[in-house]
Structure formats: structure tokens, C-alpha cells
């Protein structure tokens, strides 16, 4: 099988986009299964932190995997595991059931997600890289808009399990078109790590001061994000009164944003580096969510002022994720699954604390939201400064694909 950029980026978006689908699509469902487990809707948000938290774990475990076996076992492997706990949740009676199936759930979609930037990585490097991965980011985005209009619209067919059964029909439909679409990406030669070495292969990226950087901008970027994600039920339905139907118009908007960054961000790579797009995009949340909190802190804020910085916040990671992964990347060519598993696993466990210190105070405020975003954004634009230093911030040259 040939595999073109378009090709590529096609799999692998509709590989990726199961995260999104399983994040988002039970949003507007939230306050329906807070009710049925018996939990109230910030303890019920936690959920949330449950999967990144198994997310993270699944990606650290399976990516060094994936560079021993190959990319399809342990995508396959992670799918199935992933639709078994699904229809699970769709049983649950209690919010520590949920929790733990929703972890269980994620460890099966962390193994998958891990071989995305992986597969990428076997076929092209550099700029390459990066407009690929730029390419898949448009499309996936397609989930997120899709996944609360999804969500209402199974919510109002049936009830908030109904989600859970369309995500393991989703699984199925990966299982068949990765099984039959997508060939073996790893070299067939690649030597096969032992598990001492994965912890070093562990350990050798932990210690590059300047991939570390990138890791660094990628995770609290995705933890200001998610900050916003696990309080948006709260903030949307209960503190602006939003309904339900209402709500995935509401929280889609940040998608066009996400879609425009990431067109924006295909056009400055044919004359910018991906650090210097990763350091505008880091710029602009930072201005976002410096609004926000002027907004809340002169009692300025409605729906309609913090929209749009929100939408701002949320759409610029088109110009942040794509430039980050593939400059980390660059760096491990030999090992990109482990390298992608480590910063993939660090950026959920950020987006796991962030939803924890939202979810933790249950006052009737966008404090907790707003403030997490911002901590997180200036930790990513001074991590970045100082951990990757000048090659964070100027020009690369070309790479070859």
C-alpha cells in the first residue's frame, strides 16, 4: 500500500480522533449522569481527569511497545480493549465505577493514540512532519465539532449510555479500517529495544533540556485547554444556564478557531520554522487567558465576553501541538514512539491536574477555570524559554523528508 501525505494524515486523524470523541461527546450528557450515578456534576467531571490520568499511563506503557512489536499489535490491541470498556460504562451505578472503567477505557485509547505521531514520524520528518500533522489536526478537529452535537443528539434518542455504545461502535469501525487500510509503518530491520533499554530510551528524553522545552509549551498548552473542557458543563449549563441543545453550538465555536490556526499554521511553515509558529501560538494564549482573568476580575464577564478569549485560548493549539511534537521528534528519530508516548503521557497527566484543581473547588465562579489556564500558559511560554533555550525560538533550517 502507498502511503501519501493526504493518505497518512487521513488514518491517522481518524486513528486520533477517537480521543476527542471520548472526551467530548458525553459533555452535554453530564448533569444525565450525575443524576443516574448519584454524584454531583463537579465530582461527575472528574471522570474527565480519570481518562486523561489512563490516557497518559496507556501511551507511557505501550509507546516503547509499539517501537518493539510494531504500530498495528498494539493499535489493534488498544481498540479492543477500549470498545470492551465502553459498553461497560453504559452499566454503571456508581461514580467509582465510572472512574475506574473510564480509566481501563483509556488505557485501551492511549495505546492507540500513541502510534499516531509515530506513523507520521516512519514517513516524514522536518517541515514534512509538521504540514502532515497540521493536515491531520484539520481533520480531526472535525470530532470535537462533531462529538457534543453527537452527544445531544444521543442524549435526546436515548440516554447519556447510548454515548458509550457509539463509542464502541466507533472502535469497531477503527478495528476494521486500520486492520485493512493501513500497513506496517516501522522498518522491518528497526532493532528491537529490551525493556532495560526502553527505560532508558525513557530517560535520554527526559534529559534533552530542549525537547523537554517542547514538551513542556505542548502540555500546558493541552492543560489550559483542558481546564476549560472539564469546567465548560458547569460553566455552560449551570452558571450561564445554557441548554443542553444549545450547548455544543457553544462550546463548536472553539473548533473554527482550532481549524483556522491550523490552516494559518501550514501557510507560515512554507517561510517560518515550527518553533517560531510554537512561540506565536504560545503568545496569543497567553494574551487569551490574561483577558479572561481581567474579564472575571472586574466583574466584566458574561457568555458573550468570554467566548470569544476562550475561543482564542482553545484555537491557537493548531499553532502550538503540530510544531511542538514534531520539533520533539526530530530529536528521536530512532525511537519516535517513546518519545511521542512520553510527551503524549506527560501532556494528559497536566490535562488531568488541570481538571482536578477545576473540579476540586465547586464554587459557583470561573475562577477556578480561568486561573488554571493562566497558570498553565505562562508555564508554557517560560518553560519553553528556558528548557529549549535560543533553538526554541529562532529559525531551523529545512529538513529533508
Known sequence: MTLSPRRVALLVATNTALAPFAIDAYLPAMSALADSIGASIHHTELSLS???AGFALGQLLFGPLSDRVGRKPVLLGGLVVFLLASLVITS????????????????GGGATVVNSAAIVRDCFSGREAAKV?????IIMLLAPLAAPVVGSGLLYLGDWWLIFVFLAGYAAFLMWLMGTRLPETRAPGAPAASPRQMLGNYVSVLRHREAMGYVCAASMSFAGLFAFITASPFLYLEHYGLSPGHYPLVFGVNVVTMAASNRLNIRLLRRRSPQQNLCLGLAIQLAAASGLA??????LESLWSVVPLIMLFAGTIGLVAPNAISSLLDHFHHMSATAAALQGSIQFS?????????????????WPMVATMLGASLAGNLGLRVLAGRAGLTAAGPSSP
Open 50 to 52: 480519570a481518562f486523561l
Open 350 to 366: 497536566c490535562g488531568a491536574l488541570a481538571g482536578v484543581l477545576v473540579g476540586a473547588f465547586q464554587i459557583d465562579s470561573a
Open 133 to 137: 500533522m497540521s493536515t491531520m489536526a
Open 294 to 299: 481581567l474579564l472575571v476580575a472586574t466583574g
Open 92 to 107: 454503571v451505578d456508581s461514580l467509582t465505577e465510572l472512574l475506574a472503567w473510564r480509566f481501563v477505557q483509556a488505557l
